[in-house]
């Protein structure tokens, strides 16, 4: 009788043990985590929701990048990219806050698989900062196709009708270059964004 009452109690305090460490509550400093899909599923909530717009491995020019505005306090915590199915090597992979100044340089190489999240050291965002966020192919890539990286474009190939607001977030613009270009607001860059709110 008393080992199950022991292993009752036992139990329940598993349980709620296990309940409080794996929510993620975003008022909860102690139990805030770096959420990695966080922009990921902004993006495929106005883009690939939308049958204006299809998913595209393309745009052969060096550097991809887009601005946001993040409506909310926290840090850019990770970065998620899937490498062109033409190449195996890495980028430099940039968050800027034009606003603050604070940002992240660093060469990652992500899986031509799947979308892969990487972390990052912090970008630190207030409410309305404004932030860059930048793929740049390494020199000495082999192939003009090897620049390529998925977007998303318009189904009638129109310029994309930035401003676009998602939840906290507002899509502000993109540009491709480097080899070529600039070619603005063309589609939106398939790179996600893990961010941790305050």
Known sequence: ????????????????????????????????????????????????????????????????????????????????????????????????????????????TFSQTALDYQAITPVIVSSGDEITVRRTILPGYGNLNETIGRIYRKTDFSPVPYPITEGNVVFQSSNFYGSGGPVINYGQPYIALGFKVD
């Open 1 to 108: 009788m008393k080992n199950l009452k022991t292993n009752k109690l036992l139990l329940l305090f598993t349980c709620c043990f296990l309940a409080l460490v794996s929510c993620d509550d975003d008022n909860d400093p102690i139990n805030n985590v770096c959420e990695n899909s966080y922009v990921d599923n902004l993006i495929n909530s106005v883009f690939a929701t939308n049958i204006d717009y299809d998913l595209y491995e393309t745009m052969d020019l060096e550097t991809h990048e887009y601005d946001i505005i993040i409506n909310a306090n926290g840090e850019i915590c990770s970065v998620g990219y899937q490498n062109a199915t033409a190449y195996a090597g890495g980028y430099t992979m940039e968050v800027i806050n034009n606003t603050s100044g604070a940002s992240y340089s660093g060469t990652h």
